[in-house]
């Protein structure tokens, strides 16, 4: 008995021994420094065309890939991610004014190969590293004219902007950091303007900025397009009707309208910056 009553105390001794030559073995460290270094500059070389899904920030979007109607955008650190194309299908030939919805968008989401309904929207991305502002217009450039008979024109037919959602990948809201369409409120519309008086879209408030993200005005309702992640699933998908009221295309009686003809005009989407 007493020489398992020693043992035990040995073992305990030599525990602190080595306790403390570990203690004295790290106050006499000296430790050295280094340090590490990067440089970023604008993104000169960036292309645009590669818009991710509106929504909000700021968890990581998927890229979504309009397939129709053709969109556009243009190039550079600061540049037009996407602008889309719009189209108001066929139509029955009216002697009165008229309102037709728009028809959804149709894209590609996060690589998949299968072609689902989608928004239209407008989508500027900021990559220059300053905290500059900037300013994204549109106006149509003629009336909509008949692609067989230019003299054919609508003269008094206009879209009209019904619905607006912002939206910015840094934060999930953007109304502090984004102004959108022009004179649109709750229940009110907006003409785009034919033949010059663009009006703005989309633009960073005053004494904001949106450097290294991507910034949404998506043309639909919080009702039709009110999760951006359930959106384009197929249940939702399957809901869906062919046209919505986020775009509309106002018609009057007195524009001709011949049957069979295709009616078509150009939308200019300016986006300028301010530093």
């Known amino acids: 008995m007493k020489i398992k009553n020693i ?20 106050a006499a460290e000296f430790p050295a420094i280094t340090t590490g270094d990067v440089t970023f500059e604008a993104n000169t070389d960036a292309e ?31 540049r037009i991610e996407h602008v889309p194309g719009i189209s ?13 919805d728009v028809k959804w968008g149709l894209g590609k989401v996060g690589g998949s190969t299968e072609e689902v309904k ?18 994204l217009t549109v106006q149509q450039e003629t009336p909509f004219t008949n692609t067989t008979d230019a ?12 619905e607006q959602q912002l939206f910015n990948t840094d934060v999930a809201d953007a109304s502090p950091l984004l102004d959108g369409v022009v004179g649109l409120s709750v229940g009110s519309s907006v003409d785009i303007p034919v033949g010059g008086n663009a009006i703005r879209v989309l633009s960073t408030k005053a004494g904001q900025h949106t450097d290294s993200s991507k910034s949404s005005v998506t043309f639909v309702s919080a009702q039709d397009y ?22 509309k295309l106002r018609t009057n009686g007195t524009d001709k309208k011949y049957d069979k003809a295709l009616y078509k005009t150009n939308l200019i989407w300016t986006l300028t910056d301010s530093l």
Do not use: M
Request: charged share 20%; hydrophobic share 30%.
């Open 7 to 26: 043992i035990t105390l040995s073992c305990l001794i030599s525990g602190i021994g080595v306790t403390t030559f570990a203690d004295l073995a790290q």
């Open 48 to 78: 645009g065309g590669i818009p991710v899904v509106p929504g909000p920030g700021p968890e990581e979007k998927p890229i979504i890939e309009p397939t129709g109607p053709e969109g556009s955008h243009t190039n550079g650190p600061l």
């Open 151 to 162: 003299t054919n024109q609508l003269t008094n037919s206009r879209i009209e902007i019904h």
């Open 118 to 135: 989608i928004p239209q929207f407008a989508q500027v991305t900021d990559e220059r590293g300053i905290k500059g502002s900037w300013n």
């Open 88 to 100: 108001f299908g066929s139509q029955k030939i009216s002697s009165k004014t008229e309102w037709y």
């Open 226 to 247: 009110a999760d951006d992640e359930t959106f384009y699933e197929t249940a939702n998908q399957a809901t869906l009707k062919d046209a919505h009221s986020g775009l």
